[in-house]
């Protein structure tokens, strides 16, 4: 009996083959993973980059660039400041400091072979944060703790950023990868959406070209719900007068109370022309 191993009984063949078969289920798509690691597929997949240390001020950055429509505030900016120190730990012996920013801003090269900020905004500015604010109690005690400071309470350099750095991307694909990594941190709001089409209307891209560039990434929340109509509201929130724009950011007005709003009203201007519409 022990050169003939025993058979496997139909329950356990039954058990055994659903329990290959969960083992071996793909991950389920979700809103913003949807074909989004395939929209620089020419390029080298980032995750093979590997994460370096910078000094913030030797990064290039337009906050133009940004796909928000409102970049982070103050408060925000000081609360994810506070985060990354307090998630960093002092360094020993030859092991250096364990840098408590979890993902790295990304970057690509210019002609010069300086780093120009493509994604990572809020981050950028959370460091700049920190260095500005050596003296600031919060700082200097995690400052401290990392034992970063010299004998005179200041940074004998200036505390750096994590940066990958990737391959050259065109200009709609940087648009892309910018909108992906600040959605997947925070949700889009349709001015933010609004702030997405225009750059890329500035590409020469028609409303029909947007939409399918677009519908991998759900902005509506629905499969494949995305339409020409939906493009030209989002176009149209980019006349309203500044403070509506922020209202609708905010959330405190709809998007189709804002589209009657603009209708209706004399006093808001075409946002290519500035003249008045009627």
């Avoid at 702030?195 to 947007?210: H, N, P």
């Avoid at 939409?211 to 006349?239: A, S």
Wanted: net charge neutral; hydrophobic share 35%; charged share 25%.
């Amino acid at each position: 009996h022990d050169d003939f191993p025993l058979q496997p009984s139909a329950a356990q063949s039954t058990l055994r083959a659903q329990k290959t078969r969960r083992q071996t289920k793909p991950p389920r798509k979700t809103a913003m993973t949807a074909k989004n690691t395939n929209f620089h597929a020419d390029h080298q997949p980032l995750g093979q980059s590997t994460d370096q240390m910078f000094d913030v001020d030797s990064i290039v950055r337009d906050p133009a660039s940004n796909g928000r429509f409102e970049g982070h505030d103050e408060s925000e900016v000081h609360e994810l400041a506070l985060d990354i120190l307090g998630k960093s730990q002092p360094g020993a012996g030859n092991r250096p400091m364990f840098h408590g920013q979890m993902h790295a801003v990304i970057c690509e090269r210019d002609s010069d072979g300086r780093p120009v900020l493509v994604a990572g905004y809020g981050r950028v500015n959370a460091i700049d944060w920190i260095n500005a604010n050596v003296s600031d109690p919060d700082v200097k005690c995690e400052l401290e703790r990392l034992n970063l400071l010299n004998s005179d309470g200041d940074l004998d350099k200036p505390f750096p950023i994590k940066v990958k750095i990737a391959p050259k991307m065109s200009a709609q694909d940087g648009i892309l990868f910018n909108m992906s990594e600040n959605a997947r941190r925070k949700p889009l709001s349709p001015m933010d959406w609004a702030t997405v089409i225009q750059k890329l209307v500035a590409l020469g891209l028609t409303d029909a070209q947007i939409v399918e560039i677009l519908k991998p990434y759900r902005p509506t929340g629905k499969v494949n719900e995305i339409h020409t109509t939906w493009i030209g509201q989002m176009r149209t929130l980019l006349c309203l007068s500044p403070d509506m724009q922020r209202r609708v950011h905010r959330g405190e007005i709809p998007v189709q109370q804002a589209i009657v709003i603009y209708r209706n009203s004399k006093e808001i201007t075409d946002a290519e022309t500035g003249e008045k519409l009627q």
